[in-house]
């Protein structure tokens, strides 16, 4: 699922999105802001794979705010003003919605956001056999295949590995979750991710890997059985 924020001056077309975003499988909306210095400090600690961005705002447009993203992330931008077409696509934006818009018309751009993911994630899980982490003062490589789960410590994650012993980095679960290949790792809980193909049994919404017992939450129940089935 694409995680989302969006950014408005104006709070009713904040609701307008929340809305449509409750309605539409392939993205979760994870917080709206009315202003663009919280938004920006938001996406240094939590970053996104979408944003919905007003461009024309008091403080400052949304295109300069896109400019300044030191991230990867897809847009669309949400306006009133036609004029500023060219220049959002010019910023390889995945699409353009013109206030007041349609849930047809969202659908479009969401649906356009979604296979551009489904397209970029691919090729990077076609050459992504391992990852780097910073922990213990040094850079750690590991291989993916050896990752089993990884669950949240606060300020720090432990990733539990077959036959070795674990290692815990100074990072968020949202920060290692990005630089997982999606079709292999899951999350599952708000402090566990788990290797799908690590997975022993699912029993009573638990998920069982060797001696380990990771529950599954409400929130992420739907998801994982989709992929579990597939």
Do not use: W
Not at 97 to 117: H, I, M
């Amino acid at each position: 699922m694409i995680s989302a924020i969006a950014l408005d001056d104006e709070p009713p077309a904040l609701k307008v999105i929340e809305n449509f975003c409750s309605k539409v499988d392939a993205v979760r909306l994870e917080k709206t802001f009315t202003r663009p210095k919280e938004a920006m400090a938001y996406l240094k600690k939590y970053p996104v794979d979408l944003i919905f961005l007003d461009i024309e705002m008091p403080s400052r447009s949304g295109i300069d705010f896109y400019k300044d993203i030191q991230q990867s992330t897809m847009v669309i931008f949400t306006t009133a003003y036609s004029e500023y077409a060219v220049e959002g696509f010019n910023l390889k934006a995945i699409d353009y919605l013109l206030k007041p818009y349609t849930f047809q018309r969202f659908q479009q751009a969401v649906e356009k956001s979604r296979e551009y993911y489904e397209f970029s994630r691919k090729g990077e899980q076609a050459k992504l056999q391992s990852i780097y982490v910073r922990a213990d003062y040094r850079l750690v490589q590991i291989q993916l295949t050896d990752i089993i789960y990884i669950e949240s410590l606060n300020d720090y994650i432990r990733i539990h590995l077959e036959n070795q012993t674990s290692v815990m980095p100074r990072m968020t679960l949202k920060a290692i979750e990005e630089k997982l290949p999606p079709s292999d790792f899951i999350r599952v809980h708000r402090s566990f991710i788990i290797a799908l193909q690590k997975i022993e049994s699912v029993r009573n919404k638990i998920i069982h890997i060797g001696e380990a017992e990771i529950p599954i939450s409400r929130s992420y129940e739907k998801e994982f059985f989709e992929n579990f089935e597939d």
